[in-house]
């Protein structure tokens, strides 16, 4: 109640403030008039805790505005607690709008004038307007790209009464059509700006006598326009000269001819000259008009004097635009897992995204074949379907393009072929692959970035340019290249040649030590990384500059060139698997672990040999083969502590959380990182996968709940969808443990306040709440045999047994408890094929007893230093884990635990 007040208070102050100062009517207008833009493009949580930062809105606004359920409502509701505010807060609004990525339409707001001699046109007019000049209709599965749509219009807008170009410039197939179309398609540009209309004209490629057939087309056009026009306004017979004018016989006549028809006739007319290609249109258009151009080659308007506004075209859209055009075409309400994934493989190409999915709405059963197809790269040339773009194929789209350059410009384009996805070109490396100058490469990859064909970014902290190219591109050039192995062993040989073929010599540019073993594979010379993967002075090199874990992966994946040096092979992988978080250090001896290897292996032998070079001490430990060791391999996946780590039900992946407030999932075979999962502000304390591998359930510190889709096919790894739920909203009380039952229809939580949250996981809502125990919980865990039936361990020395129910009201009910220890419990589980549960808790004992009868099967203490501050069970309950206070782990038989132990730290 107190708060309530304290809030109405402020609400009314602030309010009374306000008020004081009543916002200008122009600039009421001005949020009135783009009100739908804000709708469309703001997004509430980029400005909403700014604005009250700032004291631009109050605590109550602030609820008021959170309170709608759906965003369009919650900025509907913003706009009008600003209009009300004043001008103070408006001046905060468009301040905030400007430092978080909203410029334009602050710039628009900024700079907007009432015009009240302007007569708003009707829809029906509009649609004659755009009907009459060509403009394009939406396509299927258009779905609005607001941002950028309201940037073209304000552009637009910034040329009204005077003569200039608009250009959108970007990759074949990245919606630059479209926009255009979109963005004239309005009322307002058409009222207030181009009140002479809009006329759409296709170039596409063209030679000069095309040209002119344009050129004539616009001047027939423009002159049938006029002549209506005359009859509109004049009861007067047009002279029948004025219907037979002659069309111009060449390109220079019909500029000059268009411009002194436009500037006499059409001073306000818009014209759209899509799909432009050379400067010779752009000259040739230059008849001082309003000009829209889409283009895939911003050098075209090189040639034009007059002001250009650029607006570059990504080649992707967002990841929820991507999947709102899928959900279009294939008029699906719910996409399936692989839409996510199918979309990452698109990159967000709207071209791409509109040919699968007119596929798949013909065939929408073939989800994971198209996926596959993509993944492949067998969508290029191979797949032809009809769309409302003008190519049939990406290859053909694609191909525009590039045989637009000259023969030698589109050979050392041809040349790119031979590098991954993805990849960031250091300027220094196609320095040495073309063994060229360094300022003849930037100029060559300038001229390519003009045209959308790669895409150049400066470096400032290096100094340098460097490049990058779409995976369609990439794709469509090695399906082009028929030599890559070629090209490969070229690119070696340049590097070859610098270090004498001693690749230890080799010096780093940034790419090439991390993309050497692919070229090496690609090229067919499998001799030179079996012969320096199995050398420790080239892995001392090779560590420094990429890592341990990436000399790991080469090792497992590569595994096939070593076939007839397994031994050697499985020496070298072990010495690094075993040793990678020591050699993430930044200061390690790499002869020195190789000293503590086997005296049998190729490692140590090799060790030795560097050693006795060196000056300086070494140690050898001479009692080696005397110490077993049960370590398989080791791993850094995280900046901070591993909190926690589970494994997949098939035993491939693993998942782990850490402080640094990331979960991992990785591969267990290769160490491998797979993909992660940030956790926002708070660390995640447990991460488990279901029992299909299909969804990760996640659950952080301050009680989120979250479950991720997961998809693999082949070697990628996809996080497809995500959905998230607050389970204790109590920021006094730190989830403790999270167990998921056995057919994954319940996830348990259980806090520091002693309280076991249930969740339904199908319906990702918090199903009960019931306080188990009087003091934290420190764990729980679903049985494996009976899925309703969940333990708790706590801080009160007491197990409890509890059945779970989602649709009654008592759901959580108590079965049976055990206080057999006599300090707190800090470990419990059930153990798998039995009616046994195992405890450990401070009193430095383990407990095995049957939850059915009440018997105590077995009590083993330990130590009265050390603590079992967890146990795990194996799969078949045969044996049990013991994480033991004193670093190390302990295991023995579950019905006989400490009588015969395997102890390893």
Not at 723 to 739: I, P
Request: proline content about 2%; charged content about 25%; aromatic content about 8%.
């Amino acid at each position: 109640m107190m708060l309530m007040q304290n809030i109405s208070v402020e609400h009314s102050l602030v309010t009374s403030n306000h008020r004081e100062l009543t916002m200008d009517a122009n600039s009421r207008n001005a949020l009135r008039k783009y009100r739908q833009e804000l709708i469309e493009c703001l997004q509430i949580e980029d400005v909403l805790d700014p604005l009250y930062a700032k004291r631009a809105i109050t605590t109550f606004d602030m609820q008021k505005v959170r309170n709608k359920p759906m965003p369009y409502q919650q900025v509907s509701t913003l706009v009008d607690t600003i209009r009300i505010r004043g001008p103070k807060s408006y001046q905060i609004f468009l301040q905030v709008l400007q430092e978080n990525g909203y410029e334009f339409i602050a710039s628009a707001l900024i700079t907007f004038k009432e015009d009240s001699s302007v007569r708003t046109l009707t829809d029906a007019e509009v649609q004659t307007i755009l009907l009459d000049g060509g403009v394009p209709s939406r396509p299927l599965g258009f779905v609005n790209r607001p941002k950028l749509v309201m940037q073209i219009r304000e552009a637009l807008r910034s040329i009204k009464g005077k003569h200039g170009w608009i250009v959108l410039h970007g990759m074949g197939g990245c919606g630059k059509s479209v926009l255009a179309a979109e963005a004239v398609r309005d009322t307002r540009i058409l009222s207030e700006a181009f009140t002479g209309g809009v006329i759409w004209c296709s170039i596409g490629q063209v030679d000069r006598s095309k040209l002119l057939i344009k050129l004539q087309n616009l001047f027939v056009r423009l002159e049938e326009l006029h002549a209506s026009m005359w009859q509109e306004d004049s009861d007067d017979v047009l002279p029948d000269e004025a219907h037979c004018t002659r069309k111009p016989t060449n390109i220079e006549e019909a500029r000059d001819r268009l411009r002194s028809l436009v500037g006499h006739n059409f001073p306000s007319l818009l014209i759209v000259l899509d799909d432009v290609w050379s400067s010779e249109v752009v000259r040739a258009f230059d008849i001082q008009c309003h000009m829209l151009v889409t283009t895939r080659d911003r050098g075209v308007m090189d040639v034009v004097s007059d002001t250009v506004s650029e607006i570059p075209i990504k080649p992707g859209v967002e990841e929820d635009v991507a999947l709102n055009i899928l959900k279009g075409i294939t008029h699906t309400s719910i996409l399936p897992a692989e839409a996510t994934a199918i979309v990452r493989e698109c990159k967000g190409s709207p071209i791409t995204l509109a040919m699968v999915g007119s596929l798949l709405k013909e065939h929408p059963r073939r989800w994971s074949y198209y996926l596959q197809s993509l993944k492949n790269r067998k969508f290029i040339s191979r797949v032809r379907k009809p769309t409302c773009y003008q190519y049939e194929t990406l290859e053909e789209a694609l191909k525009m393009s590039v045989n637009s350059l000259d023969e030698a410009t589109r050979e050392k384009y041809y040349d790119l072929a031979i590098f991954e996805d993805d990849v960031s070109l250091p300027a220094k490396v196609l320095q040495v692959y073309w063994g060229a100058e360094i300022e003849d490469v930037e100029d060559l990859m300038s001229e390519l970035s003009k045209k959308w064909l790669i895409k150049e970014e400066w470096n400032e902290s290096r100094k340098e340019y460097f490049y990058s190219i779409h995976d369609l591109l990439l794709d469509f050039l090695r399906e082009t290249v028929d030599n890559l192995q070629v090209r490969h062993g070229q690119f070696l040989n340049q590097y070859l040649k610098a270090c004498h073929s001693d690749l230890r010599r080799l010096a780093d540019d940034g790419y090439i030590f991390l993309y050497l073993t692919y070229h090496l594979n690609a090229a067919n010379r499998g001799e030179l990384i079996k012969r320096h993967w199995l050398d420790l002075e080239f892995i001392q090199v090779y560590i420094g500059h990429v890592g341990a874990p990436m000399l790991l992966h080469d090792y497992t994946k590569y595994e096939a060139i070593f076939h007839d040096e397994r031994q050697r092979w499985n020496e070298f992988r072990y010495f690094v698997s075993t040793n990678v978080h020591r050699l993430a250090e930044s200061v390690y001896d790499l002869v020195q672990l190789a000293l503590c290897q086997p005296q049998d292996s190729t490692v140590y032998r090799q060790a030795c040999a560097i050693a006795s070079r060196k000056k300086g001490f070494y140690f050898d430990w001479t009692n080696r083969h005397l110490v077993p060791s049960s370590c398989l391999q080791t791993s850094k996946m995280h900046s901070g502590a591993a909190l926690f780590a589970s494994f997949s039900t098939d035993g491939s992946m693993a998942a782990s959380c850490g402080s640094d407030k990331v979960v991992k999932i990785w591969s267990v075979h290769s160490a491998d990182e797979l993909t992660e999962i940030t956790t926002g502000s708070s660390h995640a304390i447990r991460c488990r996968f279901s029992s299909d591998d299909r969804t990760l359930f996640v659950v952080t510190e301050d009680g989120r709940f979250s479950q991720y889709g997961l998809l693999q096919v082949d070697d990628d790894f996809y996080v497809t969808a995500k959905s998230e739920l607050k389970v204790s909203e109590d920021r006094f009380a730190e989830v403790q443990d999270m167990t998921i039952s056995s057919d994954d229809s319940f996830a348990c939580f259980v806090d520091t306040k002693g309280f076991l949250h249930l969740v339904d996981t199908a319906q990702n809502k918090l199903s009960h709440k019931h306080r188990c125990h009087e003091t934290a919980i420190n764990c729980c865990q679903f049985s494996p045999k009976e899925k309703d039936l969940v333990l708790t361990a706590s801080n009160d020395s007491i197990v409890k047994l509890w059945r779970v129910h989602a649709s009654t009201e008592m759901a959580i009910l108590l079965v049976t408890e055990y206080s057999g220890h006599s300090a707190e419990v800090v470990s419990a589980i059930f153990i798998p094929n039995s009616s046994s549960l195992v405890a450990s808790a401070s009193d430095y004992q383990i407990h095995i007893w049957n939850y059915v009868s009440g018997e105590m099967l077995q009590c083993c203490e330990t130590k009265k230093v050390e603590t079992v501050l967890n146990i795990s069970a194996s799969s078949d309950g045969k044996y049990l884990a013991g994480g033991i206070s004193n670093f190390t782990v302990q295991v023995g038989a579950s019905i006989s635990m400490g009588m015969s132990m395997v102890t390893s730290r």
